[in-house]
């Protein structure tokens, strides 16, 4: 079965520095999709960035970048020029691509705080 | 207004009250579930529905009962409430296939005294 792990239950960074968010993984499958969402104090969950396992490279969306490493089963979250309106919690989830599949595996999550 | 709709957005109950909540999208998406979030545990899923006609049990299903009423709702029950089912709840909507990724509501936040 596949898990996802997010180690890090509280990060903090000041404003305007970068910060990572780790997350593993564990599959068997080849093909997948992976995802970070944030969750702000309002409680909606609004998707940050999306990866689909077949592609090698990085996605970007503006200050929020990923890094992601198939063979090592590793998806951080790299936040930049971090803001106030970054502080949430963080969540990694995995989606398989298996036909039918419903599942979607999500971390226990990362609150990050940002300093002022 | 929000794709994905969730009421009510709080409540609280007491212990053996039947509540439902109610979640309605205008997204048109076929799929959608329910999870439940309780603090270091992450979302967990209770029910979810591939189609008006499709109800399935997810991780958590004991205790709760859900209704596709139509293609945009999806109800979830809890027929006789105890306090560990205080939660938040989240119902979300997704296309087969495409991005994959989860549309969420909300979230209702309910209480069992």
């Known amino acids: 079965a596949q898990t996802v792990t997010q180690s890090q239950p509280e990060m903090s960074v000041q404003e305007a520095e970068t910060v990572t968010l780790s997350c593993t993984y564990d599959?068997?499958?080849?093909?997948?999709?992976l995802f970070w969402y944030k969750q702000p104090p309002s409680r909606q969950m609004i998707l940050v960035i999306r990866?689909?396992?077949?592609?090698?490279q990085n996605a970007t969306e503006n200050r929020f970048s990923v890094n992601f490493q198939k063979a090592a089963k590793s998806f951080s979250l790299k936040i930049s020029d971090s803001q106030l309106g970054d502080a949430a919690m963080y969540f990694c989830?995995?989606?398989?691509?298996?036909?039918?599949?419903?599942?979607?595996?999500f971390g226990t999550g990362t609150r990050l705080k940002v300093l002022a | 207004d929000a794709d994905v709709t969730q009421t009510p957005r709080n409540r609280i109950t007491k212990t053996g009250k039947r509540i439902m909540l109610e979640c309605s999208q205008t997204?048109?998406?076929?799929?959608m579930y329910w999870y439940r979030q309780d603090p270091g545990l992450g979302l967990q899923l209770i029910y979810y529905?591939?189609?008006?006609?499709?109800?399935n049990k997810g991780e958590i299903s004991d205790g709760y009962s859900v209704s596709r009423q139509a293609q945009a709702k999806f109800s979830l029950s809890l027929e006789s409430a105890i306090p560990n089912q205080t939660a938040l709840y989240f119902c979300?909507?997704?296309?087969?296939?495409?991005?994959?990724?989860?549309?969420f509501g909300e979230g209702s936040r309910l209480t069992v005294l």
């Open positions: 979300a909507t997704s296309v087969a296939g495409v991005t994959g990724e989860l549309f």
């Open positions: 599959t068997s499958e080849s093909d997948y999709y």
């Open positions: 990866q689909e396992a077949y592609k090698q």
């Open positions: 989830a995995y989606r398989s691509t298996t036909s039918g599949t419903y599942k979607y595996i």
């Open positions: 997204k048109g998406h076929d799929r």
């Open positions: 529905s591939f189609d008006v006609k499709d109800i």
